[in-house]
């Protein structure tokens, strides 16, 4: 694994930070120790992400940005350092496996909206079209899809909270809400047991 830092900050972006007086805090960040690998709360926190964004470029230069998403769990962590998820099938555009065709580099963003979390992750990623029938058994990954994208993840930074507008999904609300429809539940049925009807009895 490699310092996060030492691969997103070059001479040009320590010049502004020089500028803007940022640069002794990052400075300090950088000397603390590379990690091995990810850890069980990378691991846990990917894992539980139904969608994420991957940066690649393109061989004429220009990056580009997609999402990914699924159910949660359709990102596997097989290892410390490495990330598998099937590509399923959508636009046939192929963009991503034209990219890593000339630049293996690509750039995650994980965000957890209601927590408030996002986690940056920078790797080396591989296509494969033709995944072995034995290999998607094994990683649970089953019904079509346009092959396995695999990423060795070289780099990794926790990102800050801030602006991070946490946001729902229809079965979190789903969860949070339903200890508010029980007891509503509960108290129809004490006023129905008393006679008295509610806003909603036929």
Known sequence: ME???ALTFGADEQAHQRRRGSF????????????????????EFLQRRDSFYLASTGGNGWPYVQHRGGPAGFVKVTGPTQLVWAESTGNRQYITAGHLDHDDRVAIIAVDYPNRKRLKLLGHARFDPEPAPETLEQLGISGRLEGLLTVEVVAFDW?????????????????????????IRQLETALADNGIPTPLSP
Not at 37 to 42: I, P, Q, S, W
Not at 159 to 183: Q, S, Y
């Open 3 to 5: 310092h996060f830092f």
């Open 24 to 43: 002794d805090r990052y400075d300090a960040l950088s000397a603390a120790p590379v990690p091995t690998g990810m850890g069980a709360a990378e691991a």
């Open 159 to 183: 990102n800050c909270p801030k602006f991070i507008t946490p946001r729902f999904t229809a079965d979190e609300m789903r969860a949070a809400t339903e200890p508010l429809r029980e007891r």
